[in-house]
């Protein structure tokens, strides 16, 4: 036998190397037999409910680092949730109809327009159905556990059914009307798009500066003035039927030396606009205020048949322009306003494919609008004062990322301005993190214009609207719910297989048809309508769920997209927002801060991490940041992440290797029982236990990752456990100094472990594999530790904080002495502490063996004055010699007693008694 053998040499079949890549896909596939998640939700029947709702991610492609990052901050909250007393499911979703889909298949080649509507609607969703597969597998390897068997799909009937009966609630209060107002319209797409469906980019255009000559000036202007507009979308000159001025402002009439003309300007602008148009100190001949301009006729610029109205308008500013806005009803938001309230045409002259139509003139037909501006330049004429380029920000189409164009064209559009009030009612009773979202969407809510809510595209669920023979709407609750039980037996495909006749209720009639003819909708909805009805179709809907969610947790690009819509649909039929709380997120960046994208090649698979690291590595990188803001991550970062993990998974190892022997039923000690020190690591974890919890429920990822690695760095792996080898090692193996630790160290095992388990759950069930004493199966089936508070806790941090500071500086000390060479390692040392009264107190009321938490061989405290070269602090001093005596060959402390055994062993008296206590036949044999 080796005098080795003698000691308690940690043991454990657990690896140092996690090999991530192939194990987690094998514990995935045990959970999967196991059906944990269907144990999980049978454990927690009965408990108090938790639901976050899971936004849709778009069902196209495989999820990229931000879908991974939502979902698993998803997971992570409802493991901790099912894990802490509640019934927490969780049923993850998928947006199916829209947009991309469509140009998926048109790049394979589809086309759509050439084929029979109901075969197209069947290939959109097969290729959906497949894109949900490949998702869904994609999520499941991250190691999310959800009800992956019955997600909802907003493609299915059931689902439809439902969103039409959301639309229908809408109808039946007056919340749905069709209109003809300014839209944001992508040529692109050639359809009528959403806010949510826009992104801002700086683009350069080509402003210009021209002028209206005044017809009738109402005796307010004479009729050789002209009125000078500014424009930085040229095309929007041909559909110009006003001119509007702010009631409130400073107008001049101006004449430039040399000039038989005179123009009209706003007084603020006068100096910069003489400048940019080479007016030399121009001649001031009268000033009139906004509002006496009102009426005033002018001409179109080169159409003589076209007459401009001079109008008044709360949106003129003088932060650009002239202070004149050429106005074309048919181009924008704030022109239609302003437009129909003075009854001005509502021209449009682009179509649906960005050319320019007939009734912009012949010059101009058939031309793609942002390729009109020479023309627009030469038809002005000497019309034309400046133009300039400018770059400013310009609204795209998110998914071409083309630009798009303001154009008024029959929709259907949700009301927001009947409820809006209600809705910012509900933002305010709504709990937000961080809190600045609150202000964000009530913000949106509060500027926003009504919905468009109809779409120009096949994809998608389609309107339940019919028309009379006169062309009247019929959109009443008898035909909706008619609609939405066809939908919900065949799907919404059954609108294209059938005609309007066959989907309207049987015997139904209406005064507007009196032949009783109908014609159906065939525009489609909004996608943001799809997934905002979320709440009816899967909260509403589920028994195992409930409405109002507890939480939705989605990008902070959320907050004009499926935030805003659920809000609105939500209050709209019930009164009442479809959340109690809100939680958002950043957007993923490169290393460098950049955003990622495929052609800068600066993208993240998750995929590529899990091939190299493990999920597990994404997983503890989402508890790394902080995920409210914008953040960063590259390979780089995940390896430096992958070393934060070596290190949690070591320390877990250390102790799962130090318990092997300990057996928790008739081993374990009572806290009461156990030594000053041990009592102190067991209030100190259940601090830690306490921050996990409560950052748990406050969503702080960060708060736990820091916590988790400040106690492990500090509290274990700086002290506990640097000393503890003294112990577990050295002692016998059921002396009562081992069994103290042990139960600490099994505590904190035990514990730990559950508490990482929503953050690490492969690793976490791996090392519960080990703990074969514990009664549940697997760890995810376990409740989280609770907090416990011990009697006189806050006396003993004290105490012990205090200590952590004395030790500090005696570390100190013994770091200059092994610089010194006095010491190699701290074993070695002798060390004499020159106390104050009150260190020497400190340290007597401790009650424990101060050089082995010193890791020092000899300690001497004395009150005696400090040499010259003692190492100085406040209250405290130290001096450092070398230890007298002998190394131990088995506990390696210098110790005067150490000495060769007749057993062949030069071992202390303290490791000699443990030694003959306990291998009586190696003594007999003597060690090797």
Not at 179 to 194: Q, R, T
Not at 205 to 222: E, F, Q
Not at 251 to 280: Q, T
Not at 350 to 362: D, R
Request: charged share 25%.
């Amino acid at each position: 036998m080796k005098l080795k053998d003698t000691l308690n040499l940690g043991k454990t079949a657990f690896p140092m190397r996690a090999g991530l890549p192939n194990k987690e896909p094998k514990w995935q596939a045990e959970w999967e037999k196991a059906e944990i998640y269907k144990k999980r939700q049978e454990l927690n029947e009965g408990k108090p409910s938790f639901n976050l709702h899971d936004g849709p991610p778009y069902a196209n492609g495989n999820i990229h680092v931000g879908h991974a990052m939502n979902k698993i901050s998803k997971d992570i909250i409802v493991r901790s949730k099912s894990m802490s007393g509640f019934r927490a499911p969780y049923v993850p979703g998928w947006d199916t109809h829209g947009l991309p889909i469509e140009q998926v298949l048109a790049k394979q080649g589809v086309k759509r327009k050439e084929m029979d509507i109901v075969d197209y609607l069947k290939l959109c969703r097969d290729y959906a159905l497949t894109q949900v597969d490949k998702q869904r597998e994609d999520f499941k390897r991250l190691g999310v556990s959800a009800d992956w068997e019955n997600p909802y799909i907003t493609l299915v009937p059931a689902y439809e059914a439902a969103q039409i009966r959301v639309f229908g609630a809408m109808a039946d209060k007056g919340y749905i009307y069709r209109g003809a107002k300014p839209v944001y319209w992508s040529w692109s797409s050639e359809s009528a798009l959403a806010e949510a469906e826009i992104e801002y980019h700086d683009i350069d255009s080509t402003s210009l500066y021209y002028a209206n000559k005044v017809k009738d000036g109402k005796g307010i202007l004479d009729e050789d003035t002209y009125i000078v507009v500014w424009t930085t979308t040229p095309f929007t000159v041909t559909a110009s039927r006003g001119l509007t001025v702010g009631p409130d402002m400073d107008y001049v009439v101006v004449k430039p030396k040399g000039s038989d003309r005179k123009y009209l300007v706003a007084e603020g602008l006068l100096d910069s606009l003489s400048e940019k148009f080479g007016w030399d100190n121009p001649e001031v001949i009268s000033r009139h205020k906004g509002a006496e301009l009102e009426m005033i006729v002018t001409e179109h610029p080169w159409d003589s048949e076209v007459d401009e109205l001079v109008i008044l308008g709360d949106h003129v500013t003088l932060d650009s322009g002239t202070g004149i806005v050429h106005t074309a009803p048919g181009f924008g938001e704030d022109d239609y306003n302003v437009g129909i309230k003075y009854g001005l045409e509502v021209a449009v002259t682009v179509n649906e494919h960005g050319l320019m139509m007939e009734n912009a003139g012949s010059d101009f037909e058939g031309q793609f609008y942002d390729k009109v501006t020479p023309l627009v330049q030469e038809k002005l004429g000497d019309l034309l004062l400046a133009s300039e380029v400018i770059n400013h920000s310009y609204p795209f189409d998110w998914r071409t990322k083309k630009p798009i164009i303001w154009r008024a064209v029959p929709q259907w559009f949700a009301s927001v301005s009947k409820f809006r009030q209600d809705i910012l009612d509900e933002i305010e009773k709504t709990s937000f993190n961080p809190a600045w979202g609150q202000k964000r969407l009530y913000n949106m809510i509060r500027d926003r214009g009504d919905w468009v809510i109809s779409r120009q595209r096949a994809w998608g669920v389609p309107l339940p609207i019919f028309y009379a023979e006169d062309g009247t709407a019929i959109m009443t609750k008898e035909v909706t719910d008619h609609v939405a039980d066809l939908f919900e037996e065949h799907g919404s495909i059954i609108w294209w297989e059938r005609e309007a006749k066959e989907l309207l209720p049987e015997g139904f009639t209406h005064p507007g048809s009196p032949n009783g003819l109908f014609t159906k909708e065939t525009d489609i909805m909004d996608v943001w309508f799809d997934s905002g009805s979320s709440w009816n179709g899967v909260m509403n809907a589920r028994e195992e769920l409930s409405y109002p969610a507890d939480l939705y947790l989605e990008g902070s690009d959320q907050y004009r997209g499926w935030f805003n819509s659920s809000l609105i649909t939500s209050v709209a039929v019930n009164g009442h927002a479809p959340y109690k709380a809100i939680l958002s997120q950043g957007f993923t960046l490169d290393g460098k801060g950049e955003k990622m994208s495929k052609s800068l090649g600066n993208t993240i698979l998750p995929s590529d991490v899990e091939k190299q690291f493990g999920a597990e590595i994404l997983r503890l990188w989402v508890t790394s940041v902080d995920t409210s803001n914008d953040v960063r991550i590259s390979m780089d970062i995940l390896k430096q992440t992958s070393e934060t993990y070596r290190k949690i998974r070591n320390t877990l190892r250390f102790l799962i290797a130090n318990t092997s022997d300990f057996k928790p039923e008739c081993d374990t000690v009572a806290y009461e029982d156990l030594r000053p020190v041990d009592k102190y690591m067991t209030i100190k974890f259940n601090q830690l236990v306490k921050t996990i919890r409560d950052a748990y429920e406050a969503y702080d990822f960060m708060g736990i990752y820091k916590a988790v690695i400040n106690f492990i760095t500090v509290d274990l792996s700086a002290f506990y456990l640097d000393f503890a080898k003294d112990v577990v090692y050295i002692e016998a193996a059921n002396s009562l100094e081992r069994r103290q630790m042990q139960t600490v160290f099994y505590d904190i095992l035990v514990k730990l472990t559950k508490l990482l388990t929503p953050i690490l759950p492969h690793t976490a069930e791996e090392i519960w594999s080990y703990l074969e004493h514990e009664a549940e199966e697997f760890v995810q089936l376990a409740e989280l530790p609770n907090y416990q508070n011990f009697a006189g806790q806050e006396a003993i941090l004290e105490e012990w904080e205090a200590f952590m500071t004395f030790r500090t500086q005696a570390q100190k000390a013994l770091e200059e002495a092994r610089n010194a060479k006095v010491i190699g390692k701290s074993l070695e040392a002798h060390l004499t502490v020159y106390a104050s009264e009150e260190i020497k107190m400190l340290l007597s009321a401790l009650d424990s063996d101060i050089a082995q938490l010193l890791i020092v061989s000899e300690l001497t405290i004395t009150d005696e004055a400090a040499p010259s070269d003692a190492i100085s602090f406040d209250d405290v001093a130290f001096s450092v010699a070398h230890a007298s005596g002998e190394v131990c060959d088995r506990c390696r402390r210098v110790d005067e007693t150490v000495k060769a055994r007749s057993y062949k062993a030069t071992i202390c008296d303290h490791c000699a008694e443990i030694v003959e206590a306990n291998f009586a036949e190696a003594l007999q044999e003597g060690f090797e």
